[in-house]
T-cell receptor
Framework: GESVGLHLPTLSVQEGDNSIINCAYS??????FIWYKQESGKGPQFIID?????DKRQGQRVTVLLNKTVKHLSLQIAATQPGDSAVYFC????????????FGAGTRLAVHP | KAGVTQTPRYLIKTRGQQVTLSCSPI?????VSWYQQTPGQGLQFLFE???????NKGNFPGRFSGRQFSNSRSEMNVSTLELGDSALYLC?????????????FGSGTQLSVL
């Protein structure tokens, strides 16, 4: 069946450290992936995306890595700040599924001062 | 540019009632998708509309329905509410011009069924 999962449900880091959030996906036909950040009381906020023809994409303080061989995604956050505390979701689009996203379970990132 | 707007923000209903939720997409966006978020099941796709037509549908019972108007605004309806329908209902919009687009989410409608 279709599924996108996360290895770590909760990640605690010190302010200033780098964070790495991992995600495994099961559908080899997926060709587009998005990371979302969700803060309490808000909807998911787009962070960064990557298409299946890429291995790496960088944004401001964030990097997404895609390993299609093992169907694995990771989100790296540099110099983690208290404002980064939230739940992070990876999501995949299945080719031809229009805008149907399959979300992972989510990882809670807690940043400690 | 205004983001995705969902109303109402909170709703309390009782079992057996029906409810209608509203979503106004970002200006210029023609695709609207709906998702249900619960602690147990996470975020699950309900359906997606484009040009007033449902293009894709998730695995939810027929009690869940939706529609889209000519101005791209969308509504979803849940009839004969059950306790398990308590959830955050999220709407997302995108341009709708192709597959695999960035989806932008609203803050959701928190539905509680008593």
């Amino acid at each position: 069946g279709e599924s996108v999962g996360l290895h770590l449900p909760t990640l605690s880091v010190q302010e200033g450290d780098n964070s790495i959030i991992n995600c495994a996906y099961s559908n080899s036909a997926s060709d587009y992936f998005i990371w979302y950040k969700q803060e309490s009381g808000k909807g998911p906020q787009f962070i960064i995306d990557i298409r299946s023809n890429m291995d790496k994409r960088q944004g401001q303080r964030v990097t997404v890595l895609l390993n299609k061989t093992v169907k694995h995604l990771s989100l790296q956050i540099a110099a983690t700040q208290p404002g980064d505390s939230a739940v992070y979701f990876c999501a995949e689009f299945v080719s031809g599924g229009y805008n149907k996203l399959i979300f992972g379970a989510g990882t809670r990132l807690a940043v400690h001062p | 540019k205004a983001g995705v707007t969902q109303t109402p923000r909170y709703l309390i209903k009782t079992r057996g009632q029906q409810v209608t939720l509203s979503c106004s997409p970002i200006s210029g966006h023609r695709s609207v998708s709906w998702y249900q978020q619960t602690p147990g099941q996470g975020l699950q796709f309900l359906f997606e509309y484009f040009s007033e037509t449902q293009r894709n549908k998730g695995n939810f019972p027929g009690r869940f329905s939706g529609r889209q108007f000519s101005n791209s605004r969308s509504e979803m309806n849940v009839s004969t509410l059950e306790l398990g329908d308590s959830a955050l209902y999220l709407c997302a919009s995108s341009l709708g011009t192709g597959n695999n687009e960035k989806l932008f989410f609203g803050s959701g409608t928190q539905l509680s069924v008593l």
